[in-house]
C-alpha cells in the first residue's frame, strides 16, 4: 500500500495534503511517511522469520534523526559507516550490540569511538584494517568482535557506480584469501571472529546475484568452520532494489529475498543480519518542488523547477530516473506535453529528466518526485549556496519539520575570516 496518493484532487502523505506542508515550510523539500517506513522494516522482518537475525537499517539511505527514531523504537539494529553515523545510531537509542560497523576504510578513531561504546561487529575489508583494529583493541583492553567482509566476484547486474561485488571493485577482500585471512585473524588477541559478511551492490532486481554470492557463502562457512573458527552470524549487506517507475518495473519482493536467504543459508544455524537501505527509506520519501518558470526553448519546453541536482543528485549521478508528477490531480484525459524539467543550478548536467509527459504545469505549481526518501536528503549539498531543503515527516494527520531549512546567516556564518585579514 503507498501512502502517497490522490485525494479530493491533490496528493496526500498519509493524511495531509501535501500543499499544506507546502504552504506552512515554503518549496521545495523533502517527505517522509511514518507509516511506509514501517511497514518497509516489517517487510523485511517477516521477510526473515523462523530464523534467528536482526534486520539493520543501512542509514546511509536516510539518516534523519527522526527516520531514526522510528527504526529504533522497531527494534532495528543499524548499519554505520562512519563515526557520525555511529554518533546518530548511539543517539537514536539504538544499543551498541545493534549496531554494525561496515566501511572500507574505518579509521583508529572510529574504532575508538564505536569500540568504547559498545559494537555488535565490525565488518573488516582488509588485513590491513584487521591488523589496526586488532591494535586499537589491544591498547582499549577489548576485544573487537568481527566478520570478514568477502568480494563472491558476483555480477550484482547493477549501475556501475553502485556495484560491489565484482573482484575489481574496491570492497571486501577476496573470497580465495578467506581461509588465509581468518587465521591471521584467530591469532591476533585483540579480535573474535563472529561471521562472515557480504554485500554484492545496489538496487538490484534480479535474485540470482543474491543466490550465487551467497551459496558461496554457504560453502565458506562449512570450510571455514572445519578450520576451527566459530562462525555463528552471516551478515548479508542489503541492496535490494525498489521500483522507480510505476509501470514497468516490478523487483523481487523482500518475502522471496528471505526464501533465498533460507534455501542458500537456512541450514547452517547462523544468525542472519541484513542491511537494507534504499527498499526501506525510498518509497517512504518524496520531494516536492514548485514550478518557478515555464520555458519554451527550441523544439522542447523546459519546467525549471526550485529543486536543483543540489537537493536530489541521482539523476545528475547515475542517470537515475524518479517518477515526477503534479501534485494537484490532472483530469482524467487532460492532455500531456513532453518537458524536460531542471533545477536552477548553472550545469547541464542539472537535469531531473528529459521529455516526460506532464499536463500543461505554469509558474507557481507544485510537483512531486517520487522514490526520494533514500539516497536524496543525505547525498544533498549547498553548491550555489544553496541552503539544505527540509525534511517534514509525516504521522496520519500530523507533520513536522524534521529538519529545518539554514538561513543564509547560518550558511555564511559556518566559515571563518582568519585573524589576519580582519
Ligand atoms: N550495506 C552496505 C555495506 C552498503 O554499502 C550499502 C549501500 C547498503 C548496505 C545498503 O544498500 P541498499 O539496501 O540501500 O541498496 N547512492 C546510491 C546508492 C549507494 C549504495 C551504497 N551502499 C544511489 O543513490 O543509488
New binding site residues.
Partial sequence: MDHFIYRNGTLYAEDVPLSEIAANVGTPFYVYSTATLQRHYQVFDEALAGMDHLVCY?M??NSNMAVLRIMADLGAGM?V?SGGEYARAITAGVPGEKIVF??VGKTRAEMHAALTQGIRQF?VESEPEMRVLNEVALELGKVAPIAV?VNPDVDAKT?A??A?GKSENK?GIPISKARAVYAEAAAMEGLEVVGI?V?I????TDLAPYEAAFSKVADLTRELRADGHDIRRLDL?????IPYTRSNEAPPLPMEYGDVIRRTLGDLGCEIEI????????NAGLLVTSVIYRKEGEGRDFLIVDAAMNDL??PA??D?HHDIVPVAEPAPGAEQHPVDIVGPVCETGDTFAKQRDLPMLQAGDLVAFRSAG???AV?ASEYNTRPLIPEVLVNGDQFAVVRPRPTYEDMINRDTIPDWMT
Fill in positions: 543501512a546511509k539511505a548499519d559507516v561496515s566501511g565488518n567482509r549501475h557506480k553502485i560491489t570492497f559478511d554485500h551492490g545496489s538496487q538490484l549487506g542489503g541492496g535490494l532494489g542491511e537494507p537501505g534504499r527498499l526501506i527509506a525510498g543528485v541521482r549521478m547515475y537515475a533514500a539516497y536524496g547525498m
